[in-house]
């Protein structure tokens, strides 16, 4: 059991049940490695076609290499995931829209918002920007599992909070986070059944409310904080969520934060869920050119530790994944997140387990 404040999570028993129906979605961590899941293959670039999007596709290396230079973690401390398949992903997603990924240059072109794509033929956008996004895939389901051995997991990745069965939009190609919650459920034959979802992410989480309403999944608990000014207005999505909250352009730190932590007060009387999936977006950062909020990079640092608390204090096992972010400082801001939440919950020792390598 790991020496660290979120040793109280661990659900071992669960744990030593479900590794082995996670062999397909990556390599099972050694105790030396950390619950932090990556592939270099997440990254998204080929020709600078990719910097036409105001996303940072390749931010992911960009906060492994900052972690490394701060000596918080070595890349061999990291867990490296698969791409998931396809029958992994149909247990979400119709065949009609994975085949469509597969064979339409313009469905590609439309969930990454990026018709420079229908330029490119389809064997560079399989292995270019599809690949990717299954590997991301893999990493937020095997991510989910190791916070029942760890009781905290990372994927630094993930977080398609548009997508869902039957499509995706706005980046997000695959419901990465209902694959998760599916996958823990039977893996665990139900020991793990009531998931909570905290979305702090800039835009309404539309494809995983989706899919609850689609799957008619009472036992999945949503708190979504979002800019209700902006995309994707997903009326009928909304019905999905059970603690909601509403923010406007311009939100400050103060009145975010305030606002988080009422809904996490209202979560914690509502539900007591067995697992927590963390959406951490970084586009509620002041500057951010799709966000359109103020909230300072000191906010981002707060609101993450603030909902790592609410875990910790409630015993219950979280995992991350990083979602959105549009900023040219997103990569930083996460990465002092990180930094943040290994540093205060003594998730890492440097003296310790980098030695070891």
Known sequence: MPSNEFAQCVRQHVAAAIKQHYTELGTWPST???PIVYNEVYNVSFCGIENLH??????FRKVVATLEEKKLITKRQLVTSNEATVDILLDVHTSQYLQ?????????AEVTELPMLLMLPMWLLQWRVVKPMKYMVAGTMLAAALAIERGWSINIGGGMHHAYSGGGAGWCMFSDLTLALRKIRKASQGLVSKIMIIDTDVHQGNGYERDKLTFEDSQLYILDIYNSELWPHDTSAKNAIDNMVELRCGTKDGQYLT?????????????????ILYNAGTDILEGDPLGRMSVSL?????RDQMVFQHALVH???????LSGGYAAESHQAVAKS????LTVFSLTSRDAELNQW
């Open 338 to 341: 990180i930094e943040n939440i």
């Open 298 to 302: 000191e906010g981002v640092i707060q």
């Open 32 to 34: 030396q490695q950390l």
């Open 100 to 108: 469509e990924i597969k064979t339409s240059k313009m469905k590609v």
């Open 54 to 59: 105001v996303f940072d596709s390749k931010k």
């Open 259 to 275: 606002s988080l932590e009422s809904a996490l007060q209202q979560a914690s009387r509502d539900f007591q869920p067995d697992l």
């Open 315 to 321: 015993t219950c096992p979280i995992s991350m994944v």
